[in-house]
């Protein structure tokens, strides 16, 4: 089993930054995905960011320029992902979690809020 933990989530204003943090720990044989989700009440969970072991990243339209995500270096062999968030909106506000993808299988954390006000 793959467990995922998250932290960094928090109540900001307008404008502000958060950095997200997140390790995985526990079966990893070998990481083909990582990064974070996010969902609102009532809406699908989306993508926000991910990255890949050779370090392409991907990011939704709406966070573009705005999130950064990054990992620790892979000699460190730490599992570790970040998403550094700057310029925040109030429709930032959402549960963000953490998701790996290993061999096919998705293993997702808890969840960590994130809380923009206006």
């Known amino acids: 089993q793959v467990q995922l933990e998250e932290s960094g989530g928090g109540l900001v204003q307008t404008g502000g930054s958060l950095r997200l943090s997140c390790t995985a720990s526990?079966?990893?044989?070998?990481?083909?995905?990582m990064g974070w989700y996010r969902q609102t009440p009532g809406n699908q969970r989306e993508l926000v960011a991910v990255i890949r072991p050779n370090g392409m990243t991907e990011y939704a339209d709406s966070v573009k320029g705005r999130f950064s995500i990054s990992r620790d270096n892979p000699r460190t062999r730490r599992n570790t992902v970040y998403l550094q968030m700057d310029s925040l909106k109030p429709e930032d506000s959402a549960l963000y979690y953490c998701?790996?993808?290993?061999?096919?299988?998705?293993?997702w954390g808890q969840g960590t809020q994130v809380t923009v006000s206006s």
């Open positions: 526990g079966r990893i044989v070998s990481v083909d995905v």
């Open positions: 998701y790996l993808n290993q061999r096919g299988f998705a293993s």
